[in-house]
């Protein structure tokens, strides 16, 4: 069978990014067995012979209403796939998506019939969020960094902006790379619409958010933008955890320090 991708360079460069993303995830130790998700908004490269496509599947219920998904088209990680096998065979482990006119059900369209994602209302509704607000961010990535996650168990770190000042203080970079900080989400079950609702509000301040004892949900501009986003906050917390291991609390750079950085290179916050 055909891939989708043939004589498609722009699709195939995206798919081949999402592959090289999943990978790191994996070789960090972030996506055990078939844990964490990746779905990316491909809508604007899609052609004319892809909107014609027949589906290699059913409708499927979303499970929620989206009208700005309305023939929309996404890549999604497969459901029960790994990380490690998306890196390598990015259409074997995952699929794209054509959402129906309905907006309430999509259909597979390539390569393979891969049901996407149990996560896949939560993803997309944030997909939906950030079409309705006219945000240039097409990506979103679940994953499960160890320290972030290690942190999320210490409920003095999960007041508003504590993980994020204590993390911005570790190393400039974090700051400047991860201007808005990390958002905090309470325990919630995990593909719930409870935690969805939770997380699209957190990112209405926030581009990365920490579910509580769980993992992280980032969006970015593309899989790598949002993949960048989570490595240097992951960065900040091996400081801090390295430090408390050899006996200190580190000192972490000042207030001040951080607010020069910010007028220095006109940051957010």
């Known amino acids: 069978m055909k ?36 779905t990316v908004n491909v ?7 892809i909107r014609q496509m ?7 219920p979303i499970g ?3 009208p700005e998904l309305k023939n929309t088209y996404f890549y999604c990680k497969g459901t029960g796939k790994r990380m490690r096998d998306l890196a390598r065979k990015p259409m074997a482990n995952g699929s794209i998506i054509r959402i129906l006119d309905d907006c309430a059900s999509y259909v597979i369209i390539a390569d393979e019939p891969v049901m996407p994602t149990s996560e896949l209302p939560s993803h997309l509704t944030v997909h939906a969020q950030l079409i309705a607000t006219g945000s240039n961010y097409r990506a979103t990535v679940h994953t499960h960094p160890i320290e972030l996650v290690a942190m999320s168990h210490n409920r003095e770190m999960l007041g508003k902006d504590v993980l994020t000042n ?9 700051k400047a790379f991860c201007p808005l900080g990390l958002g905090i989400v ?7 619409n409870t935690l969805a609702q939770a997380t699209l509000h ?3 301040d926030y581009d990365v958010v920490l579910w509580e004892k769980h993992g992280v949900f980032a969006k970015g501009i593309d899989v790598m933008d949002a993949f960048d986003q989570i490595d240097v906050l992951s960065k900040s917390a091996k400081i801090y955890v390295n430090a408390r291991a050899m006996g200190f609390m580190p000192e972490g750079m000042s207030q001040e320090q951080m ?3 910010s007028r220095a290179f006109n940051l957010p916050k």
Request: hydrophobic content about 40%; overall charge negative; cysteine-free.
């Open 3 to 38: 891939s989708i991708l043939e004589q498609r360079p722009a699709l195939t460069q995206e798919i081949e990014k999402i592959a090289e993303v999943a990978g790191y995830l994996w070789q960090n130790g972030w996506a055990e067995r078939n844990g964490g998700n990746i």
């Open 43 to 49: 809508t604007e490269l899609v052609d004319d012979e």
């Open 54 to 60: 027949p589906p290699i599947s059913d409708a499927i």
């Open 64 to 66: 929620v209403t989206l």
């Open 166 to 174: 204590l993390l911005w203080s570790m190393i400039p970079e974090t």
């Open 186 to 192: 309470p325990y919630e079950l995990p593909g719930s």
């Open 202 to 204: 957190q990112l209405e």
């Open 259 to 261: 607010q020069e950085m």
